[in-house]
C-alpha cells in the first residue's frame, strides 16, 4: 500500500530489483520502527523477484497462493 511504498521508498527502494535483492529482516526492521510489525515482508521478496523479471504469470500464481503480508 501507500504506507509501505513511501516508507520503503524513503529506505532507497524505489525498485522491484531493488526489493528484489533486500533482505527481509532489514525490511522487517524497518515496518517495526514504523509501527507496521504486523506485516511480513518475506513474500514481497519473492513476487519482487518475479516482477523484477517480467514473470507476471508465474507472480500471479503466487499471489494467489499466498493467503496474507
Known amino acids: 500500500g501507500p504506507k509501505v511504498a513511501k516508507l ?3 529506505a532507497g ?4 530489483e531493488q526489493l528484489a535483492h ?3 529482516a532489514e525490511i522487517q526492521k524497518l515496518l ?6 504486523m ?5 514481497w521478496i ?5 516482477a523484477a ?3 507476471w504469470k508465474s507472480f500471479e500464481k503466487l ?6 503480508g
Do not use: C, V
Not at 527502494?13 to 522491484?16: A, G, H, L, Q, R
Not at 519473492?46 to 518475479?50: E, I, M, S
Not at 499471489?63 to 496474507?68: C, F, I, P, R, V
Open 8 to 10: 520503503l521508498n524513503g
Open 13 to 16: 527502494i524505489t525498485t522491484f
Open 22 to 24: 533486500s533482505n527481509s
Open 32 to 37: 517495526n520502527e514504523a509501527g507496521m510489525q
Open 39 to 43: 506485516m511480513n515482508p518475506e513474500g
Open 46 to 50: 519473492d513476487r519482487a523477484k518475479l
Open 53 to 55: 523479471k517480467g514473470d
Open 63 to 68: 499471489q494467489g497462493e499466498l493467503k496474507g
